[in-house]
């Protein structure tokens, strides 16, 4: 059974919004934690109009690992979402 790239984005949304799969149990996590918007924040904080690729980059270049770890998860959620250009996570030269 072959299944198209629409489809796939369609069987995630509805994982995340029905809590289930590991997408939703992140987003309980951070909700629970209380870190909801925090890379929103430094993204914001460092001069960027929120989370976008150019704050992904700085991040993973210059941030500690919590940002590191906080923009890959950034890409992760962008890619669930679908809708409009999802985020990259940048490739390591080498």
């Given at each position: 059974?072959?299944?198209?790239?629409?489809?796939?984005?369609?069987?995630?949304?509805?994982?995340?919004?029905?809590?289930?799969?590991?997408?939703?149990?992140?987003?309980?996590?951070?909700?629970?934690?209380?870190?909801?918007?925090?890379?929103?924040?430094?993204?914001?904080?460092?001069?960027?109009?929120?989370?976008?690729?150019?704050?992904?980059?700085?991040?993973?270049?210059?941030?500690?690992?919590?940002?590191?770890r906080?923009?890959?998860?950034?890409?992760?959620?962008?890619?669930?979402?679908?809708?409009?250009?999802?985020?990259?996570?940048?490739?390591?030269?080498g």
């Open positions: 059974m072959k299944i198209t790239r629409n489809q796939l984005r369609k069987l995630i949304i509805e994982a995340i919004n029905e809590g289930k799969g590991p997408l939703a149990k992140l987003s309980k996590g951070i909700e629970d934690r209380g870190t909801s918007g925090d890379f929103k924040e430094y993204c914001e904080d460092e001069g960027f109009e929120g989370v976008n690729q150019s704050c992904i980059d700085h991040a993973v270049e210059k941030g500690t690992t919590k940002r590191k906080q923009a890959n998860l950034a890409v992760t959620f962008s890619k669930a979402k679908g809708g409009g250009p999802s985020l990259k996570y940048p490739k390591k030269e």
